[in-house]
């Protein structure tokens, strides 16, 4: 019995696991920076995180009685978990990776239906629950540079040992910390930010956000390589960039610039690899256009006037949630239609109508 | 001169010069030829020969009936030794009605009267006799010409567009035909314009046909015909797109193109139409392209329509593999065959044997929403969407989405990194569609129908009730006339 199949008879070159390999490749710099800045505590949470989402998905995908092979060699749930991986502070104990990772490939995503179906960004919502969860975990950070040896790394990763000793603060927590204590963004500025080292990324922060250059030849990467396109990065960049440059000129004293905007926490990451994730983010150019605005300004108004100091994870699930109805408002016009969908006039319809 | 810019496309791997570079064949007569009766869009030719009897090239073997419908012709000279079922080029591989004729390898061509200058012919005069020599449009679509020049006779259109894009991967007939014969073409373009009324002509031609576009310029210096080069793009060859790329007027939807005042034909049509009214040789041949990975030596030949597939690829050196899959057409809007005994027919621009590289792979993954499909369609359609909805039994929400203005290209398919065959959902949903409308058009007729007879039978026994009651009436009136003249008389 021969199979008909259907035109066309040919395909692109192209596959789901092409897309997401592509996408790692395109995180190998930054991940190994991080790994160097962070030394080999990095290396393990990365590890683990990467791990426990292999595992929970397989779980996940069994009691589902589906088959497991095929979607964990999809690459996604391990794309999910790298991604979180980068969003967490190096020196994270372990279980925060295990917990974020499962979070992320079980909750976020297989309960939803697995690959494609989900509403939120995985790596985010997993991200986002950590913070609620275990503020003290999630904003715990080191100096750059500080590497202890293999085993003193085993126990910083899984031994619980106590980072109190060398505990630093992201540049975005130090800042509203002294703003809390009364004092402007000058003062609180001093000594701690250096545009340069937040371009190239030898400062304080999580896994795989500190360096923006890297991010950002990823990103490149990315759209030569077609796997995504210029509109919701360049959009949550300018979401970002806009109200801060506008804040700044009003009252350079309190309202850093933009590129300390742009250079600091997650802005970077997410604009090039949180925003463009296809399944949670709007199908049209004008849809991601807006999405990407959303998110950036939601990131600014967040970090200025709400009570954390990042709110890029939240951000993008706010515009996770709107991705719908923007989808629902925004589609193409068909050929031959009006923007309305109904059927443009013929010129004897216009001759008949004037 | 300007190009208007196109949304969507893609562009697929060309694998034109498998067999772009070798001149077009004549293909050797097989021992029979089978002639479908239908080729074409429209109701199938009545037959008008008998088995048995001696026939002509050129002469009739069946006659259209009704409005599009189109006859067909004797290949070549012969001897009809069947009118029955035979396989159709059709991906069911079901039988449809057939005339069946072996060749006596004279060729005598049957003699049709033949215009001593035929751009003295009445406009109605050339689509008739277009009409008669049995033309369908050569691209593709076999649409009865004769019904689509009266139409744009009538309705009046400025423009006449050729279509010389051949966008779809692997085929090449367009191109040699319009390298090899060009000067036909033009003059095939004219007639087609005067037959219309069409006051420009102009021809797109796909920027990666070099030869064609310059054997083409020659071709048309002097003659008030405009040759173009438009970008090498899939689905460049739909009609609405090349109308798009050359005068930027768009065509409204449920609407065609003569609605805007163009008419577009294909230039193996031009061809075709030229033949049929210079020399009055109707359609008995075509120019198929035979290629695909699996053909030891691709190329164009000049098939008799009735060739059975298998002659050609023999033709062509035969198998170098086993091919994965025979498709008729191009790769992208082609359709499978499983054997190759069916006949070419008007509409076949290419028969291809493709090796399962070729193919790609085909288990479906899960949609990722990426949209490469939304960035790949030429109509502006949510392909993503539209499967979904198909995939959930929604259909009104699909036709909402834009269904019904799909045209099948591909395109989606084609890109789509999960491999989701896109564009079958919505030909599964588009059948599913018609199938509706049939059953509701046939509930509406039961229900009239039903309708009308209790009407009938409630008028059949008022009818009774009102007799019955005036015979009552009668007789009462009769009876009380008798008893008042009794009392009448009684009294007396």
Redesign the interface.
Same mark, same amino acid.
């Given at each position: 019995m021969?199979t008909? &199949?259907? @035109?066309?008879?040919?395909?692109? &070159?192209? @596959?789901?696991s092409?897309?997401m390999a592509t996408v790692m490749l395109a995180l190998v710099p930054v991940t190994l920076f991080g790994f160097w800045l962070n030394g080999w505590p990095a290396v393990y949470l990365w590890t683990v995180s990467l791990a426990a989402a292999l595992a929970g998905e397989a779980a996940a995908l069994k009691f589902q009685r589906r088959a497991v092979k095929?979607a964990l060699l999809?690459g996604?749930g391990v794309l999910t978990a790298w991604l979180l991986a980068l969003s967490l502070p190096p020196w994270a104990p372990w279980w925060i990776a295990v917990v974020g990772a499962l979070f992320a490939v079980v909750i976020a995503k297989q309960v939803f239906g697995?690959?494609?179906?989900n509403v939120f960004n995985p790596a985010m919502a997993a991200r986002v629950m950590l913070l609620i969860s275990f503020p003290l975990e999630m904003t715990t950070w080191v100096p750059p540079m500080s590497q202890p040896g293999l085993l003193d790394s085993l126990a910083v990763t899984f031994g619980g040992m106590q980072v109190d000793a060398v505990s630093s603060a992201s540049l975005l927590g130090h800042v509203k910390t002294e703003f809390s204590r009364g004092l402007g963004l000058e003062q609180a500025l001093a000594g701690h930010y250096a545009p340069l080292d937040a371009l190239w990324g030898r400062r304080s922060g999580s896994l795989g956000e500190t360096s923006a250059l890297l991010i950002l030849a990823g990103g490149v990467f990315l759209l030569a390589r077609r796997i995504i396109t210029w509109h919701a990065p360049v959009a949550m960049l300018a979401g970002v960039t806009l109200p801060a440059l506008l804040m700044n000129l009003v009252a350079p004293e309190h309202y850093a610039d933009p590129v300390y905007h742009l250079l600091s926490g997650g802005v970077m990451l997410a604009a090039f690899f949180i925003v463009t994730d296809?399944?949670t983010?709007p199908?049209?150019?004008a849809g991601q256009l807006l999405f990407g605005l959303g998110c950036g300004l939601l990131t600014y108004v967040i970090r200025t006037w709400g009570a954390y100091p990042e709110g890029v994870a939240f951000a993008v699930m706010l515009m996770n949630a709107a991705t719908p109805l923007i989808?629902r408002y925004i589609?193409?016009?068909?050929?031959?239609?009006t923007r309305q969908?109904e059927?443009?006039?013929?010129?004897?319809a216009k001759k008949d109508a004037a | 001169m300007k190009l208007f810019k196109m949304r969507g496309g893609v562009h697929p791997e060309a694998r034109k010069a498998d067999s772009s570079e070798r001149p077009i064949r004549i293909l050797p007569l097989p021992p029979l030829l089978h002639v479908p009766l239908q080729q074409h869009i429209g109701a199938p030719a009545k037959p008008v020969v008998r088995v048995g009897e001696k026939v002509l090239a050129g002469q009739l073997l069946g006659v259209g009936q009704g409005h599009v419908t189109a006859p067909v012709h004797a290949p070549t000279s012969g001897y009809v030794v069947a009118i029955g079922d035979h396989p159709a080029p059709h991906p069911s591989g079901l039988s449809a009605a057939t005339v069946t004729i072996a060749p006596d390898g004279e060729g005598r061509w049957f003699e049709y009267e033949v215009p001593a200058d035929p751009f003295v012919l009445a406009p109605d005069d050339i689509s008739a006799r277009a009409g008669a020599a049995g033309i369908v449009g050569l691209g593709g679509a076999a649409f009865p010409s004769s019904v689509k020049l009266d139409a744009s006779r009538q309705s009046g259109v400025d423009t006449l567009v050729i279509n010389g894009g051949e966008c779809e991967p692997y085929l090449t007939c367009d191109d040699r035909i319009m390298r090899e014969r060009a000067a036909g073409i033009v003059t095939g373009i004219r007639l087609i314009q005067h037959a219309v009324g069409a006051g420009h002509a102009i021809v797109g031609i796909e920027d990666n046909k070099p030869e064609a576009l310059a054997a083409m310029r020659a071709a048309a210096v002097a003659t008030g015909v405009q040759i173009r080069a438009v970008p090498a793009m899939y689905p460049m060859g739909w009609e609405k797109q090349m109308i798009h790329a050359l005068l930027g007027r768009e065509v409204p939807a449920e609407g065609r193109s003569a609605d805007i005042g163009v008419l577009v034909h294909n230039v193996a049509t031009a061809w075709a139409v030229q033949q049929a009214i210079c020399l009055a040789r109707p359609l008995v041949s075509r120019i198929v392209t035979v290629s695909g990975g699996a053909v030891i030596a691709p190329c164009n030949l000049e098939v008799p329509i009735g060739t059975p597939v298998q002659a050609l690829f023999d033709a062509c050196g035969g198998f170098r593999t086993t091919p994965a899959r025979l498709v008729l057409g191009g790769p992208m809007m082609g359709q499978q065959i499983v054997r190759t005994s069916v006949p070419v027919v008007k509409g076949t621009s290419g028969v291809l044997a493709l090796t399962q590289a070729e193919i790609g792979r085909a288990a479906p993954a899960p949609c990722i929403r990426c949209s490469t499909c939304v960035r790949a369609c030429p109509v502006g359609l949510l392909p993503l969407e539209i499967a979904a909805r198909v995939r959930s039994d929604d259909l009104a929400g699909a036709v909402a989405l834009g269904l019904k203005d799909c045209i099948g290209c591909g395109s989606c398919s084609y890109v789509c990194p999960s491999g989701i065959p896109l564009v079958h959902f919505f030909n599964y949903a588009k059948g599913d569609l018609a199938a509706q409308a049939r059953s509701k058009a046939k509930q509406e007729t039961t229900r009239k129908l039903a309708a009308e007879r209790s009407a009938r039978m409630e008028r059949i026994v008022r009818e009774r009730e009102e007799a019955a009651a005036a015979r009552k009436a009668a007789k009462a009136a009769k009876e009380a006339a008798a008893r008042a003249a009794a009392t009448t008389e009684a009294a007396a």
């Open positions: 021969t008909i &199949a259907h @035109s066309p008879h040919a395909r692109a &070159a192209n @596959s789901v092409r897309i095929p999809d996604s697995g690959l494609g179906q296809p399944v983010s199908n049209t150019a989808d589609k193409p016009r068909i050929y031959g239609r969908g059927p443009l006039m013929t010129r004897h | -």
